[in-house]
């Protein structure tokens, strides 16, 4: 049963401070998303990682994918405020039915 | 495109009560999918569909039942609703299943 495990589950920033999201999951996988949700909303994408060695970026984030280590990252460069919410990432199952499994989500606030 | 939407946005039932929750997607997508989200967790899975007049169970699927007679719509019924049942429901779809998955905005469900 694929586990997916993310870390920190809650990070308060300040404002101009770089710091990394974890996700961790437990078999193998060579698909793995990235959501952001804002409170009382839904979720919306993020980075869609394909293959090892996988590296999006988009603004301050940055997002990776080690498929041996099974492991993926988001890194936050210059957090500013906009960026609180929560950030998920989701593992495919490779099923074949585009089924996920995702993590608990780590809960960003940036403080000025 | 509206993209994925959901009826209704929030609901109170009573325990034992039945009801019906409609997604609809315009983005021609197979794959349609239903999660529960509770208070400090991810996502979880309850059933699924790979195409029209296909369904299949997810991770948490007792107490729930879906429909897709037409490929754009996924329906998810709770028969006789449990207080255990107090959730936010999301649908999401995606066009081939290995890619991301657009969400809706949400159902929120009270069961007293």
């Known amino acids: 049963e694929l586990k997916v495990e993310q870390n920190p589950l809650f990070l308060s920033m300040q404002e101009g401070k770089n710091y990394t999201i974890y996700c961790n999951y437990s078999t193998t996988s060579d698909r793995l998303y990235w959501y952001r949700q804002d409170p009382g909303k839904s979720l919306e994408s993020l980075f869609v990682l394909l293959s090892n060695g996988a590296v999006k970026q988009e603004g301050r984030l940055m997002a990776s994918l080690d498929t041996k280590a099974r492991l993926s990252t988001l890194h936050i460069t210059a957090a500013v405020h906009d960026l609180s919410a929560t950030y998920f990432c989701a593992v495919d199952q490779n099923t074949n039915a585009g089924k996920s499994t995702f993590g608990d989500g780590t809960t960003l606030t940036v403080k000025p | 495109n509206a993209g994925v939407t959901q009826t209704p946005k929030f609901r109170v039932l009573k325990t034992g009560q039945s009801m019906t929750l409609l997604c609809a997607q315009d983005m021609n997508h197979e794959y349609m999918y239903w999660y529960r989200q509770d208070p400090g967790m991810g996502l979880r899975l309850i059933h699924y569909?790979?195409?029209?007049?296909?369904?299949a169970k997810g991770e948490v699927p007792d107490g729930y039942n879906v429909s897709r007679l037409k490929k754009q719509n996924f329906l998810l019924g709770l028969e006789s609703a449990a207080p255990s049942q107090t959730s936010v429901y999301f649908c999401?779809?995606?066009?081939?299943?290995?890619?991301?998955?657009?969400f809706g905005p949400g159902t929120r469900l009270l069961v007293l």
């Open positions: 569909s790979v195409g029209e007049g296909t369904t």
């Open positions: 999401a779809s995606s066009y081939r299943g290995v890619e991301t998955q657009y």
